[in-house]
């Protein structure tokens, strides 16, 4: 990923925020990726993805915000993107601590975070010493297979979030949506999502240590009710090693076919990271992760029982 971003300070405390995120997934084609038990989206806009994560769009955020400061204690913001991210769920997980070390995409993305390349995007809102209330106006509808192009449509979505930081290690946050048909290949189903989560970070010793914590719900106009918890952690004991970890449990009606079954399913994965130093701004790493999978007794024949797998993978962070 390209990330790059660019803030202006005014005399009256006011600050405006530009923001730009790119990824190479297109490249990668319209399958997506192996992911098991992830379902949802299209990649080539005829097929519904199973065990398959989608990839992101060329353009995975082009957004600015503009905060005007009211007082000592309190401040309203204003926020759009084209892409960009609504008022919902937690950080996006490449975004959060206790998850960019993980080169897999969580399972429970399309309760948590899947907004987050919304195209079309508005958000207002008011921040009180650790408190922050926002509402955004979004167009719900994900992106399609065309994954170079800016979209355009609508903002018929809403989303509510509420924040508190009550110490500086510890971040929690509520959050609704209302959104209007998300998935192209299912036009007439909308969807209520809400999610709670905390997010608690502290510094130890020479590194730190992150965990993430929550649980999800989306409800298709239906009626069918899903949910999903996530828990996942890293800890950095030092610039050279990171040790992460994470758990999911979801409850989905799509690996047994679009609208089948319900079934709970379990992730686990378990992995590690040494980073090499090349100079100043260029970190080279390779890593390794191992994983297992819970399926119920209904799917255990298609996946040959409760299937495991392993990862190696290199990363290169220029910056």
Do not use: C
């Not at 959060?96 to 948590?112: L, T």
């Not at 010793?205 to 952690?233: I, P, Q």
């Not at 950095?236 to 709970?264: C, M, Q």
């Amino acid at each position: 990923m390209v990330m790059g971003s660019a803030r202006r300070d005014f005399s009256n405390g006011d600050t405006l925020n530009l923001r730009a995120m790119l990824a190479p997934d297109p490249l990668m084609g319209a399958r997506g990726y192996p992911l098991l038990f992830a379902a949802g989206e299209t990649a080539d806009g005829e097929t519904t993805l199973v065990d398959r994560q989608h990839p992101h769009d060329l353009f995975m955020e082009l957004a600015a915000s503009y905060a005007h400061r009211l007082g000592p204690h309190d401040s309203v913001f204003v926020y759009g993107g084209l892409p960009g991210e609504p008022a919902f769920g937690p950080p996006a997980f490449m975004h959060r601590a206790s998850a960019a070390d993980s080169p897999e995409a969580p399972i429970s993305h399309h309760w948590f975070d899947s907004t987050h390349i919304t195209f079309g995007v508005v958000t207002a809102g008011w921040v009180h010493d650790n408190v922050k209330l926002e509402a955004s106006r979004f167009r719900g509808r994900e992106p399609d297979e065309h994954r170079y192009d800016i979209e355009t449509g609508d903002l018929d979505s809403s989303s509510v979030r509420l924040s508190w930081n009550p110490t500086p290690s510890l971040a929690l946050q509520a959050s609704w949506a209302d959104i209007t048909s998300p998935e192209a290949l299912e036009p007439d189903d909308d969807e209520q999502r809400w999610s709670v989560s905390g997010a608690y970070t502290r510094p130890v010793g020479d590194g730190s240590w992150s965990t993430t914590l929550g649980f999800a719900n989306k409800e298709r106009s239906d009626g069918v009710s899903l949910d999903a918890w996530l828990a996942e952690t890293a800890y950095h004991p030092n610039d050279r090693w990171t040790f992460f970890a994470r758990g999911e449990s979801i409850e989905s009606d799509e690996l047994a076919g679009v609208h089948g079954p319900i079934n709970r399913v379990q992730r686990l994965s378990l992995g590690a990271i040494r980073d090499f130093r090349i100079n100043e701004h260029t970190v080279f790493g390779v890593g390794a992760l191992v994983q297992t999978h819970l399926a119920p007794d209904e799917l255990e024949p298609a996946y040959g029982g409760d299937p495991e797998g392993a990862m190696g993978f290199v990363r290169l962070k220029i910056g």
